[in-house]
T-cell receptor
Framework: RKEVEQDPGPFNVPEGATVAFNCTYSNSASQSFFWYRQDCRKEPKLLMSVYSSGNEDGRFTAQLNRASQYISLLIRDSKLSDSATYLC??????????FGAGTRLTVKP | NAGVTQTPKFQVLKTGQSMTLQCAQDMNHNSMYWYRQDPGMGLRLIYYSASEGTTDKGEVPNGYNVSRLNKREFSLRLESAAPSQTSVYFCASDPSGGGRQDEKLFFGSGTQLSVL
């Protein structure tokens, strides 16, 4: 079983749609959680950290459920520019960051 | 501000050849990393360096060596390349390596390596 699992997609949605991604992690000792965005053939970049109380950044909302060991990302009012692969990242300790394989999103006009 | 600079961008090797991937950061970060990314696998940590003068194995270290030359530079060496090492390689850095929620990884632009 992978340590961080994501639905690979692809998710194909129309502009303006709301889309949600989930991610599960296996190590209950995980300390920090993140969503990174990766455009095709580019390096990953931080989208947002995921706080225990949940957090929002514009059209993006991240939630953490420690009891069930999953993280979610909600994107409202999807834009064409949101098309990318979204990586779930879990930090254990001692520089050990584990990445999910990513969920690919395509937003269509 | 260059951030993380990684070279080369592309490389083709024959089985058994050696090469070194170079990485440098100008943000005075303590921690540096080498990842590989394969389809369907996500990024996997090869080696990391928590501070100048220290290196440690990550998830997939076999077939690789690293050198933390100074605080800025962290190189990855393939001594005898194998087709299984065909991948995209990313160097990254962060201020402390502690996984703090208010810190992030800064990545280089990647190296596409093919081993024939």
């Amino acid at each position: 079983r992978k340590e961080v699992e994501q639905d690979p997609g692809p998710f194909n949605v129309p502009e303006g749609a709301t889309v949600a991604f989930n991610c599960t992690y296996s190590n209950s000792a995980s300390q920090s959680f993140f969503w990174y965005r990766q455009d095709c053939r580019k390096e990953p970049k931080l989208l947002m950290s995921v706080y225990s109380s949940g957090n929002e950044d514009g059209r993006f909302t991240a939630q953490l459920n420690r009891a069930s060991q999953y993280i979610s990302l909600l994107i409202r009012d999807s834009k064409l520019s949101d098309s990318a692969t979204y990586l779930c990242v879990v930090f254990y300790n001692n520089n050990d960051m584990r990445f999910g394989a990513g969920t690919r999103l395509t937003v269509k006009p | 501000n260059a951030g993380v600079t990684q070279t080369p961008k592309f490389q083709v090797l024959k089985t058994g050849q050696s090469m070194t991937l170079q990485c440098a950061q100008d943000m005075n970060h303590n921690s540096m990393y080498w990842y590989r990314q394969d389809p369907g696998m996500g990024l996997r940590l090869i080696y990391y360096s928590a501070s100048e003068g220290t290196t440690d194995k990550g998830e997939v270290p076999n077939g690789y060596n690293v050198s933390r030359l100074n605080k800025r530079e962290f190189s990855l060496r393939l001594e005898s390349a194998a087709p299984s090492q065909t991948s995209v390689y990313f160097c990254a850095s962060d201020p402390s390596g502690g996984g703090r929620q208010d810190e992030k990884l800064f990545f280089g632009s990647g190296t596409q390596l093919s081993v024939l």
